[in-house]
């Protein structure tokens, strides 16, 4: 027995000396990241918090250890001291990735890490530059220190009994509460700022547990604000009747209104459609740009516009400044913006081959004589991109894979690259499409120069264009100052613009551009620039662009890539007769063409492939458990009244009904019924 105590406290000397190793990691971490805007005014408070959360962090993990110290000290004392040590040592560089991580993404690691598979995340952590020689070096350095630390902690740390015995109960206070407590929201002055105050290993072992073992979601039945599995509905598609929710949970008859054509002109085959002449369908050309948030896009934008030519353009287009991304990366934009698509469990493309046969603008096209074409720089087998597209029938997929020589790739990190840069992308695209087309296009360009590690191929010509550009915009030195924190983002940013500007000045000379139709929008905000909300994250602009446009407008109303298929298959429906089938799975209702701000949809958005926890309704937006109120520069603040709990209980039981639908959605499952999809090969 005396024994035992002996180890005990030689458990609280390691213990101790651990929390050492945290604390100092913690501090590392708070300064690499304090440049960020409104970090330093607010660092005190933002640093007790931080050390509130690795607190709650220490304690709960030693519970857990200390559980298995005293399994393995049953068996041999020098047993457990010594896996004890190893495992701290494991923690410590595990604390130390996560925080290399977070200072490279600016957001925490959580379960989003088993969403990829190894060879994804080779590709990624490979080509972002994160794991170069010098952090190798610190590494290894970091896995002999803490041993020395830890071997002198326990000779030279000296517990005393009782406060070593108080550990265990603190800890057994922590692993009941901490959860709960590491949930806990603060004010902070942005998105970023509370997520530099999480203990990263704290919310990563969390979100592992969550992923693991979820615990189930009980929809309250008995709340006031409950109505029930159908009918009554405020939240997802209200208008939608599921005539079969267990075989096909989305499927409904498709009633999309057409709200585009009072924009736009018909053309018939020379000209201006005449009232007894048939009309010639308009390509479409939908480009996807990699992290094109509004935060830095176009007029009004908070942190500086730095896209001037997509500024332009805005003005003389249909222009969406309140639009949304329904994923927090690329994974979510295919299937959302080509199929208004649910979810399912990790992503609708997670299912690989056996992605349910759906139907989408490729095979819905294809019917009325549409060739499809999809273009990217990079490898389009990433998330299973390439399954999704020949899935849906389309006719032609270009990728870096497919690319001749003769055209340059983005500069390599570590021997790693994403691929071909935005203006190679847009010259093997016009290149390759014919100056005549024999039939409409639909084509669909996903760029990748604003991913990180943000290296272009004319770094000095576009850092000049950076530092112009902030002069143009009337900064000062202290916002100089803060964007050349970001200036790799901000510069690649420019760049994608300047690539956009030759690839429309180039088009403007086919003969085809007079009847095509431009699409333009972000598959998400780029997260490497701090975010200020929680929206931030999806909020990115959507720009219709065409010379047939008869006038241009700005909408304040909130429409995400959910609206894009029904409302563009709705137009050209009606206004050239495409067919157009009687029923769909979308998950949009339209795009709202409403100049003023507001928001009539209901949806749910997708942050990583294991984190769905987001949901919009009207003017409020839940994440998790916290409810914002959107204001109409898609701002938002923390509803903390009165009124707050019966709305986050609205919008729960409204995502807790797509939730219900969505679990439906699996491998080889079905989303509409066969007999409409052999209409739509």
């Not at 220490?58 to 559980?67: E, F, I, R």
């Not at 405020?234 to 939608?240: C, S």
């Not at 007894?276 to 480009?287: A, D, G, K, L, R």
């Not at 894979?401 to 690259?417: C, I």
């Amino acid at each position: 027995m005396n024994d035992l105590k002996i180890h005990i406290r030689l458990f609280a000397a390691l213990s101790l000396a651990w929390l050492v190793m945290i604390l100092l990691l913690s501090g590392y971490e708070f300064l690499s990241n304090g440049s960020a805007p409104g970090i330093w005014e607010h660092a005190g408070s933002l640093f007790l918090y931080k050390l509130f959360n690795e607190g709650v962090y220490w304690l709960d993990s030693c519970g857990w250890l200390l559980v298995f110290f005293i399994a393995c000290y049953f068996l041999s004392a020098r047993l457990a001291r010594g896996l004890t040590m190893v495992i701290i040592v494991l923690l410590v560089l595990i604390q130390f990735m996560l925080a290399k991580y977070f200072s490279t993404a600016f957001v925490p690691l959580g379960a989003d890490l088993y969403g990829y598979s190894w060879k994804d995340i080779k590709q990624t952590v490979g080509a972002s530059g994160s794991m170069n020689a010098g952090t190798i070096a610190i590494f290894a350095v970091l896995a002999g220190i803490p041993f020395l630390w830890l071997r002198l902690a326990c000779r030279r740390i000296r517990i005393p009994l009782l406060p070593a015995l108080l550990l265990p109960l603190l800890s057994v206070i922590a692993m009941t509460a901490g959860p709960s407590l590491l949930r806990h929201h603060g004010v902070f002055p942005s998105d970023f700022a509370s997520n530099l105050v999480l203990s990263k290993p704290g919310y990563f072992f969390r979100q592992s547990r969550d992923h693991f073992f979820p615990e189930e979601q009980e929809t309250d039945i008995y709340a006031d604000y409950y109505a029930g599995e159908t009918g009554g509905d405020e939240g997802l598609a209200a208008n939608f009747l599921y005539p079969d929710e267990t075989g096909y949970p989305f499927f409904h008859g498709d009633s999309t209104k057409d709200v585009l054509s009072p924009f736009f002109a018909l053309r018939g085959q020379d000209g201006p459609a005449r009232h007894t002449e048939t009309v010639t369908p308009p390509h479409i050309v939908i480009i996807l740009v990699e992290g094109l948030g509004r935060a830095f896009t176009n007029e009004g934008a908070y942190l500086g516009n730095f896209t001037p030519f997509l500024d332009s353009l805005a003005g003389h287009s249909l222009y969406w400044k309140n639009f949304l991304s329904e994923g927090g990366r690329t994974f979510a934009v295919l299937p959302s913006v080509l199929g208004s698509l649910p979810f399912g469990k990790n992503g609708f493309l997670e299912m690989g081959e056996g992605m349910p046969s759906q139907l989408s603008l490729l095979n819905v096209l294809k019917r009325d004589g549409y060739h499809s074409s999809f273009y990217y720089g990079g490898d389009a087998h990433f998330d299973n991109m390439d399954l999704f597209l020949q899935k849906g029938g389309i006719d032609e997929l270009n990728d870096g894979r497919s690319f001749p020589a003769g055209y340059t790739k983005l500069p390599a990190e570590n021997g790693f690259s994403w691929g071909y840069n935005d203006k190679e992308l847009f010259r093997r695209y016009l290149e390759t499409r014919a100056a005549v087309p024999a039939q409409p296009q639909l084509s669909v360009i996903l760029t990748v120069s604003t991913h990180s590690p943000f290296k272009i191929n004319e770094p000095d010509k576009y850092s000049r264009l950076f530092e112009n550009r902030m002069n143009q915009l009337g900064f000062d030195e202290a916002q100089k100052k803060e964007h050349r924190v970001f200036k790799d983002q901000y510069v690649s940013i420019l760049y994608m613009d300047d690539a956009l500007r030759s690839f429309f000045a180039a088009y403007a000379h086919r003969a085809d551009f007079q009847n095509t139709v431009f699409l333009i929008t972000g598959d998400h905000r780029m997260p490497e620039i701090p975010m200020r909300t929680k929206i931030d994250r999806y909020h990115v602009p959507l720009i219709f662009y065409s010379p047939l446009l008869k006038r241009t407008a700005d909408f304040l109303s909130v429409s995400t890539h959910f609206d894009i298929a029904p409302s563009l298959l709705a137009f050209l429906s009606h206004g050239y007769g495409i067919r157009r089938p009687s029923g769909a799975q979308w998950m949009g209702a339209g795009l709202d063409t409403a100049r003023g701000f507001r928001n009539i949809h209901a949806y749910p958005m997708i942050q990583t492939k294991t984190d769905q926890v987001d949901f919009i309704m009207g003017e409020y937006h839940l994440n998790g458990t916290q409810v914002f109120r959107l204001s109409p520069d898609m701002n938002e603040e923390a509803v903390t009244d009165e009124d707050g709990k019966e709305i986050a209980g609205r919008l729960d039981n409204a995502f807790g009904r797509f939730r219900q639908r969505n679990g439906r959605i699996t491998p080889r499952g079905k989303m509409v019924p066969d007999s409409l999809l052999k209409a739509y090969p």
